[in-house]
């Protein structure tokens, strides 16, 4: 994530002197900005208007992994948010890993896996 600092000087210079003179508004275009989801995930990040979608376009920009963002937004949706978090987590202390994308799935079923077993011990 960018600091405050680094968005604003991002701004700054990207704005056109006519511009800078205008109001304040102007100076927040979010357009402009390089992590503005639309310039990231293109058409994907054009209609995101819950939060599960917002969350699995983050776990897709965490994961440098554009081509499963819908598997993701899917996942955020119909998965419990703590094993998704955790996994995310977990994934996020290995930041040299090749695949992230799959040490995060591998991650995911495995805290499935575990969340099923402590349910079967808790009913019998």
């Known amino acids: 994530m960018d600091s405050v600092k680094d968005i604003l000087s991002q701004l700054k210079t990207n704005i056109p002197q006519e511009k800078k003179k205008d109001s304040q508004q102007e100076l927040f275009d979010v357009n402009l900005l390089q992590t503005n989801p639309k310039k990231i995930f293109g058409d994907k990040g054009k209609y995101v208007t819950t939060e599960y979608q917002r969350f699995g376009l983050r776990i897709a ?13 899917k996942w955020a949706k ?8 955790t996994a995310l987590r977990f994934v996020s202390d290995y930041p040299n890993a090749q695949n992230k994308f799959k040490l995060f799935m591998w991650k995911v079923k495995q805290l499935e896996n575990e969340r099923q077993e402590t349910k079967q011990k808790d009913t019998k």
């Open 61 to 73: 920009g965490k994961l440098d992994d554009k081509k499963r963002i819908t598997m993701y937004i």
């Open 78 to 85: 119909t998965k419990p948010r703590a094993i998704l978090e």
